[in-house]
Structures are given as C-alpha cells and as structure tokens.
C-alpha cells in the first residue's frame, strides 16, 4: 500500500516538473519573439501605452483568480446547494 502512495507521488511530481518545464519554454519562446520583433517599438515609444498594456493584462489575471476563487468558496460553503424547504406538518 505504502509502494501505491510513493508511486502516485511520484507521477504527481514528475507531471508538475513537465508541466513548469513545457510552460517555462513556452514563455521563453515568447519571450524571444517579443526581443527579435522589437518587443513594444510599434507604441512609438509611448510608455503610457506600455504601462497600460501591463496593468490590464495583470488587472485581468487578478479579477479571473478572485472569481475563481468566489466560486471554490461558495462551492466549498454550501451556497451552491439548491434550497431546502422545510414545509410544517399538516395535521388532520
């Protein structure tokens, strides 16, 4: 039993050790292709332009995690159980 739990962790390791692998070379590709383009020279040297760019895309990032996390709380809370309606005893 203790061999299936060391073998699982394992696998759990080595898939999140490919995964920050492949993603690293993903955003390293990137990377290189915003340095060999000339990155941000289409904005005419604007920083303002720059500076907005990354504001929205982090402001974009922050918004998409505080929902997902709103959701794993309600779910976790019970609010997204569907309601309950204790009806009183009729007696007759």
């Known amino acids: 039993m203790a061999a299936g739990r060391a ?3 394992a ?3 080595l898939v999140v050790i490919l995964t920050a692998v492949g993603l690293l070379a993903v955003f390293g590709f990137f ?3 915003f340095y060999a383009t ?5 904005t005419g040297g604007s920083t303002a332009i720059v500076v907005a760019l990354i504001a929205g895309a982090v402001g974009v990032g922050a918004l998409t995690g505080a929902l ?4 794993f709380y309600s779910d976790r809370k019970g609010y997204d159980d569907p309601p309950t309606f204790d009806e009183p005893d009729q007696g007759g």
Do not use: D, I, P
């Open 38 to 42: 000339g990155g941000f020279a289409w």
């Open 68 to 71: 997902m996390w709103l959701a």
């Open 7 to 9: 073998s699982n962790r």
């Open 31 to 33: 990377a290189w292709v």
């Open 11 to 13: 696998t759990k390791r």
